[in-house]
């Protein structure tokens, strides 16, 4: 059995989860669905950043101690990560022992190793993302990353030798392909890296900043946010203590963030790692943002965010995900629309898929009583080239859908599928099974209705790693008595496994349409 570590970035916990995390956390865990489908050890991680001046602030601004302001913001994510369906094996959280635990050894480590120095710095701060910027990368006096002011500050801190791996890290860019994924990002850090690397700032005096993890020789001072968050992918496997777990699922096979940290992701994390002797992950693919109705990204500060738990409550968690999957090329930025989503969950949702289930199962439950018939095998002998043609668009789909997610092409995976459910419901008008069953055609008619059941067994496995909850409804009105969890790509490939006599069992619409009209 393969093994496939599989991370998000973890989210800042200085207010409550917007879209973009539900975009970047349903991606991910699509991702980890369909490795299991493939038979795959997954180790799905997930979590929260909980240090940091903005926590702080936000904490003092609401009035309640640090630990009780993170404490009453992570719940509302656990919350919608369940409503979402999030299937996370491990949620790390950077206040918890274990994580510190892990994050001091790896500060006495590379200090032993002469890794460290402690030096006096005067530089560019941006309070926002809580980094330090040399003048030279400064965008008209501003953060290059977020766009707001800076203030110049002077203080001694820790520092990490980041400078003197400049070359390593571009040739192991240029040796590793898949590394940073997609090639946008990849040129966008070589480009970086043709300038010279600084050392990173990784530490705050306690005097301006206490909530953080104190270091261990240096009690004066706490842990740098993003050095104390890089590392919770390597502290959640219990890296210097739980040495077979670690051994098991390290290096992680992708690692998914959001562009606007692919620098901390692809220039800090692996030369972190390489100077601890540890392999860098296998890739980092960083996703584009959503943006709004004016192509501004969705941000707090900025206050155009959409809250999916508005979303869900009008739509429910399914239509959100394909939404979020299907939409745009995962990489590249995407205008989020209510009206966008709607007509997805009316064309796709309500009029393909949820319309194939319900007029199959009517049709089932009309002609042969609610039990699925078995086929005659008249399609061999009529030569109706639609039977086959359903057959192989079917036996197709399997590795259609492999190649796309193995370049995390989630809207090429779904297409394939949809290709599958559209070929059914033409194959429905095509065949007319009322009029096969007026003209007294029972033999036809069964292979007819057969092979539409076995196109909803296919296409409910199918879907499972992107609309979880809703496959599960369908496996459930097919009658199908293994189940949907003990399923696998295999089973998609084959074809005759619904077991005629199968009982069905016809419930409510699987994505009632959304009156556009009245809205």
Not at 462 to 490: H, N, Y
Request: proline share 5%.
């Amino acid at each position: 059995m393969s093994k496939f570590y599989l991370t998000t970035s973890i989210y800042y916990v200085n207010a409550k989860p917007h879209v973009g995390h539900c975009y970047e956390s349903t991606v991910a865990d699509a991702l980890a669905r369909y490795h299991r489908l493939k038979g795959d050890d997954v180790y799905f991680l997930t979590g929260t950043d909980e240090h940091g001046q903005k926590v702080a602030k936000a904490a003092a601004e609401a009035g309640v101690s640090t630990q009780e302001f993170v404490d009453s913001v992570v719940k509302p994510s656990i919350d919608l990560w369940k409503t979402i369906s999030i299937s996370y094996d491990d949620f790390i959280r950077t206040t918890q022992e274990r994580h510190i635990k892990v994050v001091q050894a790896v500060f006495s480590k590379l200090h032993e190793k002469g890794e460290l120095f402690e030096s006096e710095y005067k530089g560019w701060y941006c309070a926002s993302c809580e980094a330090f910027w040399p003048e030279s990368q400064l965008e008209e006096g501003n953060c290059p990353d977020c766009k707001r002011p800076v203030e110049q500050i002077t203080e001694t801190n820790w520092f990490f030798r980041m400078s003197k791996y400049r070359d390593w890290l571009t040739g192991y860019i240029k040796e590793h392909e898949d590394f940073i994924r997609p090639e946008s990002r990849k040129n966008e850090i070589l480009s970086f890296l043709e300038q010279p690397l600084q050392d990173l700032c990784i530490s705050r005096p306690k005097n301006r900043l206490e909530w953080g993890v104190e270091i261990p020789f240096a009690k004066d001072h706490v842990s740098y946010v993003w050095f104390d968050a890089l590392i919770n992918y390597i502290s959640a496997l219990g890296y210097a203590g739980d040495d077979a777990k670690f051994r098991r699922y390290w290096p992680a096979d992708v690692q998914i963030v959001g562009k606007d940290i692919i620098r901390f992701h692809t220039v800090f994390w692996p030369i972190i790692l390489h100077t601890l002797g540890i392999e860098p992950p296998k890739t980092v693919f960083a996703h584009g943002h959503w943006l709004d109705a004016k192509g501004r990204k969705m941000s707090k500060s900025v206050g155009n965010v959409v809250d999916p738990v508005e979303m869900i409550s009008k739509y429910g968690p399914d239509p959100l995900r394909y939404f979020l999957l299907s939409e745009i090329p995962y990489g590249n930025d995407g205008l989020f629309s209510e009206a966008a989503l709607v007509s997805r969950l009316n064309t796709d949702l309500a009029n393909d898929i949820g319309n194939l289930l319900n007029r199959t199962l009517t049709m089932i439950e009309k002609y042969y009583g609610g039990k699925v018939p078995a086929p005659a095998g008249t399609s061999l002998s009529s030569g109706d080239p639609a039977d086959g043609e359903l057959k192989a668009l079917a036996a197709a789909l399997a590795p259609r859908m492999d190649a796309a997610m193995a370049d995390l092409d989630f809207p090429s995976a779904l297409a394939a599928i949809w290709e599958l459910i559209n070929k059914a419901n033409k194959y429905i008008e095509v065949q007319a099974p009322w009029s096969l069953d007026k003209q007294g055609k029972k033999d036809r008619l069964s292979d007819v209705i057969y092979n539409l059941a076995e196109v909803l067994r296919i296409t409910a496995i199918a879907v499972s790693p992107f609309i979880p909850a809703s496959a599960q409804k369908m496996w459930e009105q097919l009658g199908m008595a293994e189940p949907l969890s003990k399923m696998r790509v295999t089973d998609i490939e084959k074809w005759g496994l619904v077991a005629p006599g199968t009982q069905v069992r016809k419930g409510a619409a699987l994505f009632p349409r959304i009156d556009t009209k009245a809205k």
